[in-house]
């Protein structure tokens, strides 16, 4: 079984629509993120909750919206899509423990037209 | 920013040689990890080193810490054709739930 699942795994869309991807952990985690990659790898941090409470957002636009109904699901909803959002989406999850290391999902590749 | 930076970009060497690659970061850490990439895959932990640690083994890893000049080094012994992939340092910032991750360096190992 897949620790951290995202779908879809592929998403092309056009400028100005509203999209989601859902992401699962059956890892028991109580801590879930989502990661975005550029073209050049860069992996930057946008949003972290802790057993459904948001505890990290960095400066993402609030086209973003993230929601987690339960601690084992974090979705990431967005709107009025533009050509900067093309990236891949990694959604991760890790213990509580001070030393806990991340899972990653295999990550979603969004590309607007 | 607070991110890790890794260095080099890009990494080309024969099967069997070591690979080493850099992290510099900017802030105080509590700990900082290494992940490796696979194309087209998600990153995978390789290992974790805390802030009171200076050097740290697993298998053919090896892992500095020097946090008085706010850089890592990790070395990959006797490479493999299947280490050819990026690998990406996250450092805390000094919160333990916040990982930041630069670019990667891209390691491409030749049989």
């Known amino acids: 079984d897949t620790a951290v699942s995202q779908t879809p795994k592929y998403l092309v869309t056009q400028m100005g629509n509203d999209k989601s991807i859902k992401c699962e952990q059956n890892l028991g985690h109580d801590t879930m993120y989502w990661y975005k990659q550029d073209s050049k790898k860069f992996l930057k941090i946008m949003f972290s909750y802790n057993n459904k409470e948001l505890i990290i957002n960095e400066t993402v636009p609030n086209r973003f919206s993230p929601k987690s109904p339960d601690k084992a699901h974090l979705n990431l909803h967005i709107n009025s899509l533009e050509l900067g959002d093309s990236a891949v989406y990694f959604c991760?999850?890790?213990?509580?423990?001070?030393?806990?290391?991340?899972?990653f999902g295999e990550g979603s590749r969004l590309t607007v037209l | 920013s607070q991110q890790g930076e890794e260095d080099p970009q890009a990494l080309s060497i024969q099967e069997g040689e070591n690979a080493t690659m850099n992290c510099s970061y900017k802030t105080s850490i509590n700990n900082l990890q290494w992940y490796r990439q696979n194309s087209g895959r998600g990153l995978v932990h390789l290992i974790l080193?805390?802030?009171?640690?200076r050097e740290k083994h697993s298998g053919r890893l090896r892992v500095t810490l020097d946090t008085s000049k706010k850089s890592s080094s990790l070395l990959i012994t006797a490479s493999r054709a299947a280490d050819t992939a990026s690998y990406f340092c996250a450092t805390d910032g000094g919160n333990f739930n916040k990982f930041y991750f630069g670019s990667g360096t891209k390691l491409n190992v030749k049989p």
């Open positions: 991760a999850s890790r213990t509580g423990r001070n030393t806990g290391e991340l899972f």
């Open positions: 080193i805390r802030s009171n640690e």
